[in-house]
T-cell receptor, first 116, second 116 residues
Framework: EAQVTQNPRYLITVTGKKLTVTCSQNMNHEYMSWYRQDPGLGLRQIYYSMNVEVTDKGDVPEGYKVSRKEKRNFPLILESPSPNQTSLYFC???????????????FGAGSRLTVL | AQSVTQLDSQVPVFEEAPVELRCNYSSSVSVYLFWYVQYPNQGLQLLLKYLSGSTLVKGINGFEAEFNKSQTSFHLRKPSVHISDTAEYFCAVSPFSTSGTYKYIFGTGTRLKVLA
């Protein structure tokens, strides 16, 4: 089944304790992206990656890091989490430009993170 | 810069009644337009998209949307809703460039509550 898989789905952590949220897609998509969803703010883009080793900042990148060493994986790293990073996080992917289904994002099920 | 406005944060409607969810956007460049739906505890799924061509776009589950360039709107409609349509709906735009689309700007979402 074509899908985007995120782990963990739920996590409670404490301020300053480094954590990584993994994202993996099995569709050979070139583009991957991370979003956070907060009440009243909708989804905001954190980082995106056009391809392996190519990443760029979205609208709210502060406090986050990403890497794209392999095409299928795009982990989101919180080096020193703070309470304002408590949120629902979504990973998404899409095919490369010109490919069938380009422009349409496929989302993971979400990761709910609480930072105490 | 682009922005998306969904003025209605919540829309209650009785089953089998028609519904319209409003979306207005602002952009200095051409954009692609999308509606996504989020069912409880799930990721977002594509309802429909406008890339070019006919301004009336039909999507899944009986939804349709009309692109109005002069009013910069992309309102979502359904002539008769079901209980199962209860979900949160997000409008999104993606500015087009020759290098392809890479930023997706989402609205704040509209919670559709279908009442029996």
């Amino acid at each position: 089944e074509a899908q985007v898989t995120q782990n963990p789905r739920y996590l409670i952590t404490v301020t300053g304790k480094k954590l990584t949220v993994t994202c993996s897609q099995n569709m050979n998509h070139e583009y991957m992206s991370w979003y956070r969803q907060d009440p009243g703010l909708g989804l905001r883009q954190i980082y995106y990656s056009m391809n392996v080793e190519v990443t760029d900042k979205g609208d709210v990148p502060e406090g986050y890091k990403v890497s794209r060493k392999e095409k299928r994986n795009f982990p989101l790293i919180l080096e020193s989490p703070s309470p304002n990073q408590t949120s629902l996080y979504f990973c998404a992917s899409r095919p490369g430009q010109g490919a069938p289904g380009a422009n349409v994002l496929t989302f993971g099920a979400g990761s709910r993170l609480t930072v105490l | 810069a682009q922005s998306v406005t969904q003025l209605d944060s919540q829309v209650p409607v009785f089953e089998e009644a028609p519904v319209e969810l409003r979306c207005n956007y602002s952009s200095s460049v051409s954009v692609y337009l999308f509606w996504y739906v989020q069912y409880p505890n799930q990721g977002l799924q594509l309802l429909l998209k406008y890339l070019s061509g006919s301004t009336l776009v039909k999507g899944i589950n009986g939804f349709e949307a009309e692109f109005n360039k002069s009013q910069t709107s992309f309102h979502l409609r359904k002539p008769s809703v079901h209980i199962s349509d209860t979900a949160e709906y997000f409008c999104a735009v993606s500015p087009f460039s020759t290098s392809g689309t890479y930023k997706y700007i989402f609205g704040t979402g509209t919670r559709l509550k279908v009442l029996a």
